[in-house]
């Protein structure tokens, strides 16, 4: 934060580092928060956030190549330049999906939901740091926006296919934010 504030720093690099600060709180945002996205605000966000991996991807590639001519900058060295290259084109994308299409709806979500309940089907299991004792749910079936998480695992071993799950939480137009849920073992 001292960079961006510093005297002398030039707006350019302010409004790029600041964008760059947004970019990370929205991408951790949307891989902690107990929140779906609606599927056609998911969709649209989705598109948004290929653009916004092109133009940083197409940004950073500008910058590997642009640093061997620079003498303003120390040139990359080929190996720190592959590395580079290769985070961009595998991370950016998935940093993008999880900024963009759920972090930055989570953030306007919170300030506009109402309480709410929801109740949604059993689809699979799953489990992983990011999510522990997580389901796949039929309502919602995009990548980042398919599962309920935190289930206790006594119960979370008890699920089959069309059992549901009613989730209490707050709704907006945006989606459907969950702080705790009951189970209903056995479908409706």
């Not at 590639?61 to 061997?68: A, D, E, G, M």
């Not at 963009?100 to 089907?121: E, F, N, R, W």
């Not at 004792?133 to 926006?145: L, P, Q, R």
């Not at 071993?157 to 073992?185: A, N, P, W």
Request: aromatic share 14%; with cysteine; net charge positive.
């Amino acid at each position: 934060m001292g960079l961006i504030f510093r005297e002398g720093t030039q707006l350019r690099n302010k409004v790029i580092l600041s964008s760059f600060g947004f970019y990370l709180l929205f991408t951790f945002i949307g891989m902690y928060a107990n929140f779906l996205v609606n599927e056609k605000v998911y969709i649209k966000l989705l598109v948004l956030s290929c653009i916004v991996s092109a133009v940083i991807i197409s940004s950073g590639l500008y910058f590997v190549f642009r640093s061997r001519h620079s003498h303003q900058m120390p040139p990359l060295q080929t190996k720190q330049r592959v590395i580079f290259v290769l985070f961009l084109i595998l991370f950016v994308p998935l940093f993008s999906i999880f900024s963009i299409a759920k972090g930055l709806p989570a953030c306007i979500h919170y300030t506009v939901a109402k309480a709410a309940q929801h109740k949604v089907t059993f689809r699979k299991t799953t489990s992983s740091k990011i999510c522990g004792y997580g389901i796949k749910i039929k309502e919602y079936s995009y990548f980042a926006n398919e599962e309920v998480c935190g289930l206790e695992k006594s119960r979370w071993r008890k699920f089959k296919d069309g059992d549901t799950l009613v989730l209490i939480g707050k709704r907006s137009l945006l989606g459907f934010s969950y702080v705790q849920h009951r189970e209903k073992i056995g479908g409706k």
